[in-house]
């Protein structure tokens, strides 16, 4: 069949006649020495740094927003934002179904950016509509928004990583890095977003504070078109990767039906690989039922992580917000712009831990990674977990800092407790980004089926989005119960509210998913590579 050599990565599935996993952009196999690679992965790592610079640019002050000119109050704001994040990190499972199964990567990323454009511009416009019609736009255009990275998050990462073959041993450990540069890339445009866009939305006006991130995002499409000629491509599988797992299960649970001893799901996966005949069951499809089951476990212990992710753009600003945050005599810093300390501790620990801890460990455990995925999600929750414990204590110094100046009833007056109190928390919950949020982008992209790597990325952002609506969830009950009772936890006035309660029960949560994570990490046994991953 002839084809356009120039339509290779938009042509259907049906149209393309190649052999290999991968094809270049005039549809033939690609070659490793002519694509991909990390001149391919740079331009795909530089796509998503203006992207999370227009998300972050719009996300991480909302909640002044909110409370600001939408006039909302604390708790609720902080509910809808949460809701808001959960559901932008929930639709990657979406975006990621319509990639894998008909539209390939490559051209989802092209609709979703589009859709991002213009919900962007939406958003900008909303700025200026009249009181009536400001919140219903104001939202529809977030969730345009929101829409749009569901399509783009995952794809885009996913295709990066595709740069990079997992057979060739050289391409196989540039991916790992990859991860990590990927990741540093994220937190660079994220810490430049904060303190940029916060201070305009702060002091100029919110729209051109919206504004410049949609400009942003228009050239990171153009970018994205300007590499593509260098970029290796993803064939879609002939079978609709979702049917075939699909299939895979329904033949799971017709001989688990079959079992006799079936009282637990080990059970039940040991009598299908002892009793599945290639007549009932091909074993490649059983091995995947029972890979992504036991991704299960692992995905529903790192939730609680997700919950305390969600603490450091909505509460951790508002705390922010009461300080004394001069720095000289005129310039105050905004309070959504102290999370570029996560961005910065990033910036600075990534190349500390792919440069040194690596190669340090690598000699150690003989692993080429240094330390196993699971390993390094478990780390990251500690530190997540000394964290949360350090913000409830700097939350009761603050507290008694108002008490003891007489401010209790004066929210609006700065509290003479310096900002750098904050620095700390937000260091820690950096460096556990780095273990944590990159561990389990590596960890669900290798562990899930080929053709569902947008699938396994998309589950990875499904944790933070999860985990929002557990926040979303216990605010509202919390906010609801402690009401009935006297003042709530999540007081408007913050000098009479109890967040430090609170960062104690997500403590208290943390604690017992680091126990259950553990459990779980100890009996996974990896994809591909048994006999050099294990959790200890």
Not at 76 to 102: C, E, Q, R
Not at 391 to 400: N, T
Not at 488 to 507: E, G, M, P, T
């Amino acid at each position: 069949m002839d084809m356009d050599p120039d339509l290779g990565p938009l042509l259907p599935l049906a149209e393309r006649e190649s052999m290999a996993d991968f094809i270049d952009f005039h549809g033939r196999p690609a070659e490793p020495s002519a694509t991909g690679g990390w001149t391919s992965a740079l331009f795909i790592i530089g796509v998503e740094v203006g992207e999370r610079c227009a998300y972050y640019g719009i996300s991480l002050n909302l909640i002044t927003y909110l409370t600001g000119p939408l006039g909302e109050g604390t708790a609720k704001a902080a509910s809808a934002l949460n809701t808001w994040s959960g559901v932008a990190t929930m639709l990657p499972l979406l975006g990621a179904f319509v990639a894998d199964s008909w539209l390939g990567r490559f051209r989802t990323i092209i609709i979703s950016s589009l859709l991002y454009v213009l919900g962007l511009c939406m958003l900008t416009i909303s700025t200026i509509l009249s009181s009536s019609l400001q919140v219903p736009f104001f939202f529809l255009s977030l969730y345009l928004v929101a829409f749009a990275q569901g399509g783009h998050k995952p794809c885009v990462q996913a295709f990066g990583a595709d740069q990079f073959y997992e057979t060739d041993p050289h391409e196989r450990v540039s991916k790992s890095s990859f991860f990590n540069w990927w990741y540093f890339g994220i937190c660079a445009s994220a810490g430049v977003a904060v303190v940029v866009m916060s201070y305009v939305q702060d002091n100029i006006s919110w729209s051109l504070g919206f504004g410049i991130p949609c400009g942003i995002m228009l050239l990171a499409l153009v970018l994205f078109l300007v590499g593509m000629r260098r970029y290796r491509y993803f064939v879609l599988e002939k079978e609709n990767p979702f049917m075939r797992v699909g299939r895979s299960f329904v033949a799971l649970a017709r001989v688990g039906w079959k079992s006799k001893k079936s009282s637990s799901m080990q059970e039940t996966l040991a009598t299908v690989e002892n009793s599945a005949t290639s007549e009932e069951i091909n074993n490649g499809l059983i091995e995947e039922a029972r890979g992504l089951i036991r991704l299960i476990p692992i995905w529903a212990t790192c939730l609680i992580y997700g919950v305390v992710f969600a603490q450091s753009s909505t509460f951790f600003v508002k705390q922010a917000s009461t300080l004394d945050r001069r720095i000289g005599e005129k310039f105050q810093v905004p309070p959504a712009a102290l999370q570029v300390f996560i961005s910065v501790s990033i910036i600075c620990f990534i190349p500390i831990y792919d440069k040194l801890l690596v190669p340090l460990l690598k000699k150690l455990t003989h692993i080429p990674t240094g330390i196993t995925t699971l390993q390094r999600i478990s780390i990251g929750m500690i530190l997540s977990l000394i964290s949360i414990v350090i913000a409830a204590l700097v939350e009761i110094k603050r507290l008694d800092t108002a008490k003891e100046f007489g401010l209790v009833d004066k929210p609006k007056v700065p509290i003479p407790m310096s900002l750098w109190w904050m620095v700390p928390q937000y260091v820690l919950f950096g460096m556990a980004d780095v273990f944590t949020i990159v561990g389990m982008q590596e960890f669900f992209y290798g562990q899930v089926p080929d053709g569902l790597r947008s699938l396994g990325l998309a589950l990875y952002l499904s944790v933070i989005g999860v985990g929002n609506f557990i926040s979303s969830f216990l605010i509202s009950v919390i906010d609801k119960t402690t009401s009935k009772n006297g003042e709530s936890w999540f007081s408007n006035n913050l000098n009479k509210a109890r967040l430090d309660y609170f960062y104690f029960v997500l403590a208290g949560l943390s604690g017992l998913e680091i126990i259950l994570f553990v459990f779980f990490a100890k009996k996974y046994v990896y994809k591909k590579r048994v006999t050099s991953e294990a959790f200890v």
